[in-house]
């Protein structure tokens, strides 16, 4: 499996923009890019993903690198309820439902005033 | 509307000892997993079940029997716990494209 390389920790003022690294050198054509986040005491949440187009939603943009080596999460405003662990993940395609969605550590984002 | 539930909430147990974990999503999802997550660590892949009637390991497969029980149920047991064992662990579901949608997680410590 494809694995992500991310920064363990990150920090952002509130109300500026966060950009969130994540590196997978060893993607394939077939691997969809993942996000979710993870606040203190809960389970992980779905937050974006993409094949090789930037996408936008009402949390985040996504913007993947032309040879897709790379991604970054995109939070426009953080606020202090951005702060969290945010995980970028692989997802094959071809595997169906039968892809095992495998974590890694993830970047703690630290917000402050 | 309740989504992924797991119950029970916190348990502790004395080494030796089983138990199982509970886990029901009311979304109609096809896929299941179960995951731990140790402190200050990322999530690791136990068991999971592609659909009704299958299941597969994960990472960390080691201890752990899982059983699905229908299409709502998956279940995840410990024949005899262990320290190491102690974790949070958490249960998802999805119907066979993103999202993945998570529990809120069992507290399991083991003595």
């Known amino acids: 499996d494809a694995k992500t390389t991310q920064p363990n920790s990150m920090e952002s003022n509130e109300e500026e923009p966060v950009h969130l690294p994540c590196n997978h050198s060893?993607?394939?054509?077939?691997?969809?890019i993942h996000w979710y986040r993870q606040l203190p005491s809960q389970g992980p949440e779905y937050v974006i993903h993409?094949?090789?187009s930037n996408v936008n939603n009402r949390m985040a943009s996504l913007a993947i690198a032309e040879d897709r080596k790379s991604s970054t999460l995109i939070l426009h405003r953080a606020t202090l309820r951005d702060a969290a662990v945010y995980y970028c993940?692989?997802?094959?395609?071809?595997?169906?439902?039968?892809?095992?969605?495998?974590f890694g550590t993830g970047t703690r984002l630290q917000v402050t005033l | 509307n309740a989504g992924v539930t797991q119950t029970p909430k916190f348990q502790v147990l004395k080494t030796g000892q089983s138990m199982t974990l509970q886990c029901a999503q009311d979304?109609?999802?096809?896929?299941m997993y179960w995951y731990r997550q140790d402190p200050g660590m990322g999530l690791r892949l136990i068991y999971y079940?592609?659909?009704?009637?299958?299941?597969d390991k994960g990472e960390v497969p080691n201890g752990y029997n899982v059983s699905r029980l229908n299409k709502r149920e998956f279940s995840l047991r410990l024949e005899s716990a262990a320290p190491s064992q102690t974790s949070v662990y958490f249960c998802?579901?999805?119907?066979?494209?993103?999202?993945?949608?998570f529990g809120n997680g069992t507290r399991l410590t083991v003595t």
């Open positions: 998802a579901s999805r119907l066979g494209t993103p999202p993945l949608h």
């Open positions: 060893t993607i394939s054509g077939t691997d969809y």
């Open positions: 993409g094949l090789t």
């Open positions: 993940i692989l997802r094959d395609l071809t595997a169906g439902t039968a892809s095992k969605l495998t």
């Open positions: 979304m109609n999802h096809n896929s």
């Open positions: 079940s592609a659909s009704e009637g299958t299941t």
